[in-house]
């Protein structure tokens, strides 16, 4: 079964000068896509991989396919990491964040220096390790399922994901992305991995 690219949560002009729809025309319609049909142009090569899960995929393979398919996960979970309404942690995420950090704008400064701080291309992230979250980052198209951790949030830090709206100043697009227009319910609903599961199965 071929890989198809998932539709977004929300409407394409629903975060305003935030995330541009122009932004979302070229990373989800554009680069999102062109991973998608990548993938299935290697997959449908080789028929070893055919039948294989996206995160089948992920674990077992290695240069282009796994640039593909980690980037088809990346991408497909960090769409669903955003959300055009403001929001706040709350009940047990919130309960971490505040024993391990103080306050969820601590846990964002955090982020936003592991975002502005990745050097080139890549992602940063915060992991669920047993009962602590680890703020951590993957170059390129590496993700954390390859490393099987456990993802609550992922943020991307490739130039395409802000350069329409911030140009080259990549930490006014952490700033304005991580304070205001992350989806904590998605965030929370990962604790269980209830929302890592639709990731794993995008496409």
């Given at each position: 079964?071929?890989?198809?690219?998932p539709?977004?949560?929300y409407a394409?002009?629903a975060?305003?000068?935030?995330i541009?729809?122009?932004?979302?025309?070229?990373?989800?319609?554009?680069?999102?896509l062109?991973?998608?049909?990548?993938?299935?142009?290697l997959v449908?090569?080789?028929e070893s991989l055919q039948?294989?899960s996206?995160?089948?995929?992920i674990?077992?393979?290695?240069g282009?396919?796994?640039n593909?398919?980690?980037q088809i996960?990346?991408?497909?979970?960090?769409w669903?990491c955003l959300?055009?309404?403001?929001?706040?942690p709350s009940?047990?995420?919130k309960?971490?964040?505040?024993a391990?950090?103080?306050?969820?704008d601590?846990l964002?400064?955090?982020?936003?220096a592991?975002?502005v701080?990745?050097?080139?291309s890549?992602?940063?992230?915060?992991?669920?390790?047993g009962?602590?979250l680890?703020v951590?980052?993957?170059?390129?198209a590496?993700c954390?399922?390859?490393h099987?951790?456990?993802p609550?949030?992922?943020?991307?830090?490739?130039?395409?994901a802000y350069?329409?709206?911030y140009?080259?100043?990549r930490?006014?697009?952490?700033?304005?992305?991580?304070?205001?227009?992350?989806?904590?319910?998605?965030?929370?609903?990962?604790?269980d991995?209830?929302?890592a599961?639709r990731?794993?199965?995008?496409g």
């Amino acid at each position: 079964m071929a890989f198809t690219l998932p539709d977004l949560p929300y409407a394409k002009d629903a975060f305003g000068d935030l995330i541009s729809a122009e932004t979302f025309d070229y990373h989800h319609g554009k680069h999102h896509l062109a991973y998608v049909n990548k993938a299935n142009e290697l997959v449908a090569a080789d028929e070893s991989l055919q039948g294989k899960s996206l995160v089948e995929l992920i674990k077992s393979s290695k240069g282009g396919l796994f640039n593909q398919v980690g980037q088809i996960w990346n991408h497909s979970f960090y769409w669903q990491c955003l959300s055009p309404e403001k929001q706040e942690p709350s009940g047990k995420l919130k309960e971490l964040i505040d024993a391990q950090y103080g306050s969820t704008d601590a846990l964002v400064d955090k982020l936003k220096a592991e975002a502005v701080g990745h050097f080139a291309s890549g992602w940063a992230a915060l992991n669920l390790d047993g009962d602590k979250l680890v703020v951590t980052s993957y170059h390129d198209a590496d993700c954390p399922v390859a490393h099987d951790a456990k993802p609550l949030l992922i943020f991307d830090v490739w130039e395409h994901a802000y350069y329409i709206d911030y140009r080259n100043a990549r930490p006014n697009y952490a700033e304005e992305v991580l304070r205001n227009a992350i989806n904590w319910d998605f965030v929370a609903q990962n604790l269980d991995g209830e929302g890592a599961s639709r990731a794993d199965q995008a496409g």
